[in-house]
T-cell receptor, first 114, second 118 residues
Framework: AQTVTQSQPEMSVQEAETVTLSCTYD???????LFWYKQPPSRQMILVIR??????QNATENRFSVNFQKAAKSFSLKISDSQLGDAAMYFC???????????FGTGTRLQVTL | GAVVSQHPSWVICKSGTSVKIECRSL??????MFWYRQFPKQSLMLMAT?????????EQGVEKDKFLINHASLTLSTLTVTSAHPEDSSFYIC??????????????FGPGTRLTVL
């Protein structure tokens, strides 16, 4: 079975600084997708960024980027120029094949301080 | 992205009663929807995959007779918690696959329903 591990229950970053959230996963599949979702206090799940395993280039979305290390099965999220609105729970997720279910990690709570 | 709504946003019920939660796709026809539950300060756990016009696929450990899922149309899936008990109190979230699901596997999530069983 696929597993997703987030080893950092909580992280803190100062406004305007950069923070990296870690995620590792275990799978025997060759075709899969990786995601980072944000869950603010409203509890609405919001997609931050996604990565297709077959793509070597790391995905980026404005201030958010990933470091995808396929051999190491690592998928970290880097948030640059952190903003107060970035404070939330961040979940790493994995999906295999197509039209498939998501497996979530345990989440990392990110605090952003002034 | 796709818009997914859930109703109700919160519900309080007495132990032993049944509660129905609706998940609607407002701007997209979803052949596949997912139901998750989330306990306080925990991650999302998939309960079942809801397929339009067929029986839902339940995850291991999820009671099919307790959590009834109906996906009668391409825009509506319902989750009924039957004979609810306090331990069923949780946050229930539905999601649907994005338009080009075969390409990205991205899911769009509803805002969730908080169920409290007294």
């Amino acid at each position: 079975a696929q597993t997703v591990t987030q080893s950092q229950p909580e992280m803190s970053v100062q406004e305007a600084e950069t923070v990296t959230l870690s995620c590792t996963y275990d799978t025997s599949e060759s075709d899969y997708y990786l995601f980072w979702y944000k869950q603010p206090p409203s509890r609405q799940m919001i997609l931050v960024i996604r990565q297709e395993a077959y793509k070597q280039q790391n995905a980026t979305e404005n201030r958010f980027s990933v470091n995808f290390q396929k051999a190491a099965k690592s998928f970290s999220l880097k948030i640059s120029d952190s903003q107060l609105g970035d404070a939330a729970m961040y979940f790493c997720a994995y999906s295999a094949g197509t039209a498939s279910k998501l497996t979530f990690g345990t989440g990392t709570r990110l605090q952003v301080t002034l | 992205g796709a818009v997914v709504s859930q109703h109700p946003s919160w519900v309080i019920c007495k132990s032993g009663t049944s509660v129905k939660i609706e998940c609607r796709s407002l701007d997209f026809q979803a052949t596949t929807m997912f139901w998750y539950r989330q306990f306080p300060k925990q991650s999302l756990m998939l309960m079942a995959t809801s397929n339009e016009g067929s029986k839902a696929t339940y995850e291991q450990g999820v009671e099919k007779d307790k959590f009834l899922i109906n996906h009668a149309s391409l825009t509506l899936s319902t989750l009924t918690v039957t004979s609810a008990h306090p331990e069923d109190s949780s946050f229930y979230i539905c999601s649907q696959l994005a338009g080009l699901a075969g390409v990205s596997n991205e899911q769009f999530f509803g805002p969730g329903t908080r169920l409290t069983v007294l």
